[in-house]
């Protein structure tokens, strides 16, 4: 007995050592994963503004019209940790620096530094007026990596009772980074990759050369066999009436050669085109071919959808490559004419994202951008709405991502923020348009930005809603409890201002302390989808307001998309539908390879091109026309979180008149694919604990699950993860 119960303390000792053992190399193998590192939100900040100042019309440097704020030129990294052996350490850094270890510095710009074992602090000051100071650091066990602390010298000068002090006390944050993992994969000399894609349609004159790509595409013009003196035109479209009106088109270049030996050339600038008109000055200039090098960004199509209508299927497939085109450094508005971070823009592409590719650094990157830096001057892209929708934009991040670590860097920047809106407040604690302001809403005629604007008080709620949530996860009780006051405040306030019983509203404005006479869409629709109205109040809605031809229509994809989700909400998915149809199957009719910034139906030939006054103003590539791919993944499908980062999530498939579809939807931990005909549901599920929600005209039969029968014929099903769940409701049990 005793031989034998020695035995098995020895094993559990065995078994311990073992564990020990796996841990410290599990350890090595994650510390061997080095990656450049930055002040968070620096890189993106510049990143930034080397791609949004890229913009050019008709040749001319077209800047934003915002302020840009600049990376820290000067920041402090450092690291404590122990060693269990000795290393040798890699360094590399983007700009001038010292080094100390314990405090003391070394000579010179070592690339390598010998640490002993023990405990130890490395540090780390870099100056870099042009990028981004960063740094890239790579031991055996020391590498560079979030955990590392970063600071720009701020500081605030404290005594042990908090109050003003000689003694400084250095604020810290935790490192930025994304996915630039060896020594020589440099930030500042990130490039979107390329691919050559030649024409598919080419067309030859005396003096030029009309290249068709045959759809929506964006990269460097290359010129193939170049030859000669003189001058060359480039003229892009984005239709071919565009390419032919060299006067008039958006985009061109303009170069000078002199090659008596054929060569080929690359534009320095990327453009957006489907068409390219070469046009050669003289008769001693001249090309063999036109070809370009398609600019992308590498992100992953992860999400899918196939269904019973050919056409809502090449809507979506539309929708995907128009989001992947708009995809680059960061979600951008338009390929062709802004190439701009746009605030509103954006938090539509991050939606869409979520069921498209679920690509987190995208997301986080665009919001780090912009945000920007304190001191707040002014509002996101100068525009109300579109702080609004930052914040908006940070909520719904981790309702998908359960991503905390980016809250807890974004925090500080959320609240300056906020105490900007609310010190803009006016005297009824309600946001109204002040100089310097642009209340935009949508590109509308007539719509009035006069007075307190109902739309733009929804939006505050909303982002104050955004803020308790925040403050909740940094366990600032404070914080929660003032935003969630001044949240539920501003709600009742909404209805006891701009609730209309009459007109079954929320009217427009208010003007002068009254109710404007005006409803229009925005509000009321917001509202459906925030959950801020009870079932009598959307019935409401969506006949006196959505259903209702004499409302103002909508004429944008922008607010589309917001429209349609509202009645989704609601159950109308048939209607939906039809509209999806109506419209973005209208710009297909059209020839349209990617959808527009603005669709009106009522328009012929080249007026739908034209837009801003200008004959070919209008986007053809915009990220916002993207939207049926969010509609069929949260609607259709019916895929979307109940819990943060999909711990919990519910499945309520709607064919909506389809015959079938089927589809996948992307989460951090893999992916829910769903299968819905009028006979059959399959679903299967890499993650968190589902709930499969669906009515029926009869007893289902499920294989790998319990049915629980609820009201109305709706039946609920629990979805564990790395199980397939098949439920028959064409036969009864």
């Known amino acids: 007995m005793y031989k034998i119960s020695t035995h098995i303390k020895l094993h559990k000792h065995y078994i311990l050592i073992m564990l020990l053992g796996l841990m410290f190399f599990a350890d090595v193998a994650k510390a061997q994963k080095a990656t450049w590192i930055w002040y968070p939100g620096d890189y993106e900040v510049w990143l930034s503004n080397r791609m949004q100042n890229r913009r050019t019309e008709r040749g001319a440097f077209f800047p934003p019209f915002w302020k840009l704020d600049s990376h820290y030129v000067l920041v402090d990294f450092h690291k404590d940790f122990t060693l269990t052996n000795p290393e040798t350490v890699e360094l590399a850094v983007e700009g001038q620096y010292n080094v100390k270890l314990d405090g003391k510095a070394l000579a010179g710009y070592p690339k390598n530094i010998h640490v002993p074992a023990g405990r130890h602090r490395l540090s780390l000051k870099v100056y870099n007026q042009a990028a981004a100071p960063a740094i890239f650091v790579k031991g055996q066990q020391l590498v560079s990596d979030t955990s590392w602390l970063v600071t720009y010298e701020d500081k605030e000068w404290i005594d042990e009772s908090g109050k003003t002090s000689d003694v400084s006390a250095t604020k810290y944050v935790n490192a930025g980074n994304w996915n630039f993992n060896s020594a020589d994969k440099i930030p500042s000399a990130f490039r979107l990759l390329t691919e050559e894609h030649k024409p598919a349609k080419t067309e030859r004159k005396e003096h030029s050369i009309l290249v068709d790509f045959g759809k929506e595409t964006f990269g460097y013009a290359k010129l193939i066999g170049l030859k000669g003196k003189g001058n060359v035109k480039l003229c892009y479209g984005e239709s071919k009436e565009e390419a032919l009106a060299t006067a008039t088109c958006e985009l061109l270049d303009s170069i000078s050669i002199d090659q008596p030996q054929k060569a080929d050339y690359t534009m320095e600038g990327s453009r957006a085109f489907r068409y390219i008109n070469v046009l050669f000055d003289d008769d001693d200039v001249s090309a063999d071919d036109v070809s370009m090098l398609y600019e992308y960004s590498p992100v992953e199509q992860r999400g899918s959808f196939r269904c019973s209508d050919e056409q809502v299927n090449k809507i979506w497939d539309v929708s995907a490559y128009t989001l992947h085109l708009n ?68 909520y719904d991040y981790y309702q998908y991502t359960s991503d905390k670590s980016f809250i807890k860097q974004m925090y500080p920047r959320m609240q ?10 006016d005297k009824n604690g309600l946001m109204e ?9 949508d590109w509308a005629d007539k719509l009035s930005k006069k007075g307190e604007v109902s739309f733009e008080q929804l939006l505050l709620c909303r982002s104050l809603e955004t803020m308790a949530l925040c403050a909740g996860i940094m366990q600032d009780d404070t914080g929660k409890t003032q935003y969630e006051q001044l949240s539920t405040g501003l709600k009742s306030k909404i209805f006891d201002l701009y609730w209309n019983k009459d007109k079954h509203a929320f009217v427009h404005s208010l003007v002068d302390g009254k109710q404007s006479d005006n409803v229009t869409r925005y509000t009321n629709m917001f509202s459906i989808f925030f959950n801020y109205l009870n079932a009598s109040q959307q019935q409401e809605v969506k006949k006196y307001v959505l259903l209702n031809d004499k409302i103002q229509k909508i004429t944008t994809p922008y607010m589309r998309f917001y429209e349609l989700e509202a009645l989704c909400a609601m159950g109308e998915q048939s209607y939906v539908l039809k509209e999806m149809k109506d419209y973005w199957g209208g710009m297909l009719n059209l020839g349209a390879t990617s959808f527009w910034e603005e669709y009106n139906p009522s328009k012929t030939g080249a007026d739908h091109y034209a837009m801003y006054g200008r004959p070919f103003g209008r986007s053809l590539c915009h990220a916002w026309g993207a939207s049926p791919i969010y509609l069929l993944g949260k609607y259709y499908l019916g895929v979307k979180p109940t819990a943060p980062g999909y711990q919990q999530y519910v499945i309520e498939p709607q064919l909506g008149g389809l015959q079938w579809m089927e589809g996948s939807v992307p989460t951090a931990n893999g992916d829910i694919k769903v299968s819905c005909s009028t006979k059959l549901i399959k679903v299967s599920s890499n993650t968190g604990t589902g709930l499969l929600r669906f009515a029926s005209t009869s007893k289902p039969v499920c294989k790998e699950g319990e049915i629980t029968a609820k009201e109305n014929e709706t039946y609920e099903l629990i979805i564990q993860k790395q ?7 064409s036969a009864k049990k």
């Open 327 to 394: 995809t680059r450094e960061f979600f951008i508005d338009g390929i062709k004419r802004d190439r701009w971070i746009w605030s509103g823009d954006a938090y539509q592409s991050y939606l869409m994202n979520y069921y498209l590719y679920f690509d987190s650094p995208t997301v986080t990157r665009t919001l780090y951008a912009l945000r920007g830096k304190d001191p707040v001057t002014s509002h996101i892209n100068t525009i109300m709405d579109y702080t609004f929708y930052w914040f908006m934009g940070i």
């Open 723 to 729: 199980k397939q769940y098949t439920i028959n409701y």
């Open 433 to 441: 348009g002040l100089p310097g302001d642009w209340v935009f809403i």
């Open 416 to 425: 300056s923020l906020m105490s900007y809106c609310l010190q803009r407040r």
